[in-house]
């Protein structure tokens, strides 16, 4: 399963960003997508994520009413976006794509490389 990250990049406080996560390559059913992120210092942490089927999402309070998750899911590929609106300077972190595979019981996580987000004051 191959994850690719796109979107980030450096901007002021007050401006947004758009990040994109396509997935593909298994033979397994989506379960669900999330973003997480990591500072420099800092463990890696849940920023959003969304439940294929229900599309039902949770965030992580600092993002919230800022940051909106979403996906589209395909037979051939599952793409998660995140729209960042306000950013603020304490944004700035490497963000990293996950994704959840399962048949029945039998799940697998996967994670993409990581796109930088920088936010100057």
């Known amino acids: 399963v191959q994850l690719v990250e796109s979107g980030g990049g450096v901007v002021q406080a007050g401006d947004s960003l758009r990040l994109s996560c396509a997935a593909s390559?298994?033979?397994?059913?989506?379960?669900?997508m999330g973003w997480y992120r990591q500072a420099p210092g800092k463990q890696r942490e849940l920023v959003a994520a969304?439940?294929?089927?229900?599309?039902?999402?949770?965030?992580e309070d600092s993002v919230k009413g800022r940051f909106t998750i979403s996906a589209n899911n395909t037979k051939d590929k599952d793409t998660m976006y995140l729209q960042m609106n306000s950013l603020k300077p304490e944004d700035t972190a490497m963000y990293y794509c996950n994704a959840v595979y399962c048949s029945g019981l039998t799940c697998f996580r996967y994670w993409g490389q990581g796109t930088q987000v920088t936010v100057s004051s």
């Open positions: 390559g298994s033979t397994f059913s989506i379960n669900t």
């Open positions: 969304i439940t294929s089927g229900s599309g039902s999402t949770n965030y």
